[in-house]
T-cell receptor, first 108, second 110 residues
Framework: GQNIDQPTEMTATEGAIVQINCTYQ??????LFWYQQHAGEAPTFLSY????GLEEKGRFSSFLSRSKGYSYLLLKELQMKDSASYLC?????????FGKGTSLLVTP | DVKVTQSSRYLVKRTGEKVFLECVQD?????MFWYRQDPGLGLRLIYF???????EKGDIPEGYSVSREKKERFSLILESASTNQTSMYLC?????????FGNGTRLTVT
């Protein structure tokens, strides 16, 4: 298995910026995914990092440091619809293992 | 658009029953996965398959088995359902792309 650690809950205000951190320990690391999951729905893909650095995709960015076993997801200009769980998922070989997720609440 | 279809959205079974959860994908993906999701525990990998007739145990395979007779179909089998297998079950598939999930099957074992 893998050790994946991310905060359980976060709260932020509409229009603000929030950073969700993830640390992991895994053998055979092969990239890291971030997924978004709204209540009662399946997870949907947000971003993928395989090399160190920042990947930007609209309001969402993801950062990876392989040597530190660390990633973060940055959400800018928060909207109410961003209230969801955010799942960090490092890949090892074929398998994708997920963290327990960070539940983000965006308030007016 | 990738489509991963799980046969049932909700299922209620009795303790001791044999349960089949079916998953079909339409993108010719090699890799398919079964996860269960429980509050406070997140998504946990049960089994995965990287080719027809191939299977690998995930983190929590006990009490489950799988079948991959055709590339597009990956079945999860509960040989004798127990109440601690009440959960949301999610199937996923990937080729050389992000994981795509089905909508999930909420299984209740009474």
């Amino acid at each position: 298995g893998q050790n994946i650690d991310q905060p359980t809950e976060m709260t932020a205000t509409e229009g603000a910026i929030v950073q969700i951190n993830c640390t992991y320990q895994t053998s055979g690391f092969n990239g890291l995914f971030w997924y978004q999951q709204h209540a009662g729905e399946a997870p949907t893909f947000l971003s993928y990092n395989v090399l160190d650095g920042l990947e930007e995709k609209g309001r969402f960015s993801s950062f990876l440091s392989r040597s530190k076993g660390y990633s973060y997801l940055l959400l800018k200009e928060l909207q109410m619809k961003d209230s969801a769980s955010y799942l960090c998922a490092p890949r090892s070989g074929y398998a994708l293992n997920f963290g327990k997720g960070t539940s983000l609440l965006v308030t007016p | 658009d990738v489509k991963v279809t799980q046969s049932s959205r909700y299922l209620v079974k009795r303790t001791g029953e044999k349960v089949f959860l079916e998953c079909v994908q339409d993108m010719d993906h090699e890799n398919m996965f079964w996860y269960r999701q429980d509050p406070g525990l997140g998504l946990r990998l049960i089994y995965f398959s990287y080719d027809v007739k191939m299977k690998e145990k995930g983190d929590i395979p006990e009490g489950y088995s799988v079948s991959r007779e055709k590339k597009e179909r990956f079945s999860l089998i509960l040989e004798s359902a127990s109440t601690n297998q009440t959960s949301m079950y999610l199937c996923a598939s990937t080729g050389n792309s992000p994981l795509h999930f089905g909508n999930g099957t909420r299984l209740t074992v009474t």
